[in-house]
Nanobody, 121 residues
Framework: QVQLVESGGGLVQAGESLRLSCVAS????????MGWYRQAPGKQRELVAT???????NYADSVKGRFTISRDNAKNTVYLQMNSVKPEDTDVYYC???????????????WGKGTLVTVTV
């Protein structure tokens, strides 16, 4: 199993920056892709950004050019640098890690408990 703990959320003004961190523990050697998702009350969880173990990243169109995902495999940590934040970025942000299953192409997703980001005008 993999445990994920997010940090770095908080209150920020529009246009400012914030960095989220997520530390993985447990069976971290089996972790492949990691990512950040966000969810507002009553809405579906949506992808923000993902990054493979090799460092290939993918972003939602809404955050391209503003957010950067990075990963430190030695520290089992994934980051989300959020620049030029907007009020519509207000959400609970969840860290995701996918654990490989030996001999199978599938992975098991794990989630953190989330960290709230609030962007004020």
């Amino acid at each position: 199993q993999v445990q994920l703990v997010e940090s770095g959320g908080g209150l920020v003004q529009a246009g400012e920056s914030l960095r989220l961190s997520c530390v993985a523990s447990g069976s971290t050697r089996s972790v492949s892709a990691m990512g950040w998702y966000r969810q507002a009350p009553g809405k579906q969880r949506e992808l923000v950004a993902t990054i493979t173990s090799g460092g290939v990243s993918n972003y939602a169109d809404s955050v391209k050019g503003r957010f950067t995902i990075s990963r430190d495999n030695a520290k089992n940590t994934v980051y989300l640098q959020m620049n030029s934040v907007k009020p519509e970025d207000t959400d609970v942000y969840y860290c995701n890690a996918n654990m490989r299953i030996p001999g199978l192409p599938n992975t098991i997703p794990y989630w953190g408990k989330g960290t709230l980001v609030t962007v004020t005008v």
